[in-house]
């Protein structure tokens, strides 16, 4: 059994699944009783009408709704004639049948006049929906009218009107060509937008078909299986203006976040602009007050990948997991905090900006209006209030924003219970765990851990001069034995006349500070830099000269000459069978070193043999080139 939409949609029929006997015959279901009843034959009807017949290819080009609605008017049909066989008057049958289809009576008396006189298996498809006087089907018939159509809903959206779509298929086609009604455009457009509803979410609104249609069978947190185990970071604009107490001036904030996703307890600060300097103060929080984590999920921000975050995780030994282009739902637990903390909290403060730009409108009409009226009712009471100043009042600090922001952490969310820990509060969660956890029992170092990089590279070549940054030279004693050498240097938060300066592998090697604003002798500075360089230098010295005498550098040429000889011994190179070469130049060439040689013999019997003749002036002629 299969269960099909009653016509109406007020609830569902039984039918059997159809058995088509042949290619286009549709099926037919043999009852419409409900479970447990009796089919009873259906009533002959030979007063009925002439049958109305339908295309052979009716059923096989309906869509699968066409299909369902035809199934679920016969089964109203079979189920009225099933009653009357049993003894019910012909319109009390229709009307239980039509009762129970959620239809009129007159509707299953009209079915049945179609379907009368048509046999066993063909009365489905004289059931199905007819297309309106063949405009429709006109309309259906043409692919290239219905992919042009298509084009102007996806790239229109609910923007894009029947009239609209017409005018462009007229303009397109031209003449010759019979163009749809708006009607008949309407009906396609309509069942277009109930079929692909889908594809045109994906299409037209992807970040709220990603957050509405995107499966979520699993949960995100998987990997939290510890307190501190993964924490999730991100960022996002405060719902909320907030005023500057000394300028006057009214802006935005950003709130950058923080949540533990095994205990859900959350952290936020209030910002100007999301920055790496603001994500690091953030951690600075959630790490002395919490703990280390072992790994930190954000997106692919400019500030969340930054040279400062990235080394400030680096060297607490935090895992930094980035989640991949365009994908929130990577993080859904810092997400769904947002959505709360405006909720609960920011929809309920001054100068909230609304969660959408209808709501945002909404509220800018009403503080104007609010604001006329008060205007208005001051200058009847003889008080002159400005404008600005009555908005002024209205809206926050960022100070005071930070403030209910904690407040309302510590004292709503944290000890509210939590659907995602069972009913359990962040507060109840973290407190449960028995395991271990990291602590940072130095505050100071983290701050100089935390400390941002000068200038933008963060590092820096030591010039004779010092270091330069930012146009200010920062000098050291330390940095003598140094010059030339490139370190690191990060900002002493304390202090903007001092720099902590780090060798380039991360060992401490100063600070470095600005005489203009320490008021550190230049004299005594430069003094102690020149003893450290000549001592630094001193010892240099003292380890060459006995490295030199311990490792005889002047004897290795030699000892690799030799030990080349002895290893070149041991190849024994076997003669390689060949022929001689031989040219008619050659031959004359070697007549006249025979005649040459014996010439010489007969004159002096003591005169060598003619090869050591011959590389004896050889060498000659190659020393008198070379000279």
């Known amino acids: 059994m299969r269960l099909a939409a009653r016509p109406g949609g007020k609830g569902p ?85 039509a009762g129970e289809s959620g239809v009129s009576p007159q509707a299953v008396a009209g079915w049945r006049r179609r379907v009368a006189g048509l046999p066993a298996g063909g009365r489905v ?9 063949g405009r429709r089907a006109a309309l259906d018939l043409a692919p290239e009218m219905a992919e042009t159509v298509e084009a102007l809903l996806t790239a229109g959206g609910k923007h894009c009107t029947a009239s609209h779509a017409r005018r462009v298929l007229a303009a397109r086609f031209g003449e010759g060509v019979t163009i749809p009604t708006i009607s008949a455009i309407t009906r396609w457009m309509r069942r277009f937008r109930a079929e692909r509803a889908r594809e045109l979410s994906a299409v037209r609104r992807p970040d709220r078909h990603r957050g509405a249609r995107m499966p979520a069978f699993g949960r995100g947190g998987g990997d939290a299986f510890a307190l501190n185990a993964l924490w999730e970071l991100d960022s996002t604009p405060a719902d909320a203006i907030c005023a500057d107490p000394l ?82 739902e990577a993080k859904p637990y810092i997400e769904r905090f947002f959505g709360t903390l405006t909720r609960d909290l920011f929809a309920h403060l001054p100068g909230f900006t609304g969660h959408n730009v209808a709501e945002a409108q909404a509220l800018r009409e009403r503080e104007a209006f609010a604001t006329r009226r008060g205007k208005k009712k001051s200058k009847k009471a003889g008080a002159e209030k400005s404008e600005e100043r009555a908005a002024f009042e209205l809206h926050l600090t960022a100070d005071e924003l930070q403030r209910r922001c904690d407040l309302w952490l510590s004292s709503e969310y944290e000890v509210r219970g939590h659907r995602g820990l069972d009913g ?52 050291a004693a330390e940095l003598g034995p140094h010059i030339k050498e490139r370190v690191r240097i990060r900002e002493d938060a304390a202090d903007p006349g001092r720099l902590h300066v780090y060798r380039m592998d991360g060992r401490f090697l100063c600070i470095a500070e600005d005489p203009g604003r320490t008021g550190l002798s ?53 003669p390689r069978a060949g022929t001689a070469h031989e040219t008619p130049a050659l031959q004359q060439a070697a007549r006249a070193a025979e005649a040459t040689e014996s010439a010489a013999r007969a004159a002096d019997p003591t005169t060598p043999p003619r090869g050591g003749r011959a590389l004896a002036a050889a060498a000659k002629l190659y020393l008198e080139d070379e000279t």
């Open 125 to 133: 498809a004289a059931l199905l929906d007819r297309p309106g006087r």
């Open 13 to 97: 029929c039984t039918t059997p699944d159809p058995v088509v006997p042949g290619p286009v015959t549709p099926p037919e279901p043999a009852s419409g009783l409900r479970a447990g009843q009796q089919p009873s034959p259906p009533a002959a009807a030979p007063d009925a009408p002439a049958p109305s017949t339908a295309s052979p290819a009716a059923w096989e080009t309906a869509d699968e709704a066409n299909r369902e609605r035809a199934r679920a008017r016969l089964a109203a049909v079979v189920r009225s004639d099933a009653l009357h066989a049993a003894g019910m008057p012909r319109g009390e049958a229709d009307r239980v049948a």
């Open 247 to 328: 300028t006057g001036e009214f802006r935005r904030y950003a709130v950058v976040g923080c949540i533990d996703v095994f205990s859900r307890r959350a952290m936020v600060l209030v910002t100007p602009t999301s920055r790496a300097v603001a994500i690091a103060a953030l951690l600075r929080r959630c790490l002395l007050e919490w703990g280390v984590p072992l790994a930190v999920k954000t997106d692919r921000g400019n500030d969340y990948v930054s040279q400062h975050v990235t080394r400030v995780l680096a060297d607490l030994e935090i895992e930094h997991d980035i989640c991949p282009p365009y994908t929130p």
């Open 424 to 475: 359990e509060s962040p507060r109840q969660r973290a407190a449960s765990w028995t395991g271990e956890v990291r602590w940072i029992e130095t505050p100071r170092a983290l701050d100089a851990l935390l400390a941002p990089a000068a200038g933008q590279s963060g590092t820096r070549v030591v010039t004779k001069k010092g270091i330069s940054v930012g146009g200010i030279r920062y000098i």
């Open 522 to 574: 230049l004299r005594q500075t430069a003094l102690e830099a020149k003893a450290l360089a000549r001592r630094h230098d001193r010892v240099a010295r003292a380890h060459s000269r006995k490295l030199l005498r311990r490792r005889k550098p002047e004897a290795a040429m030699d000892e690799v000459l030799a030990h080349g000889e002895a290893e070149a011994s041991k190849i024994v190179v076997l």
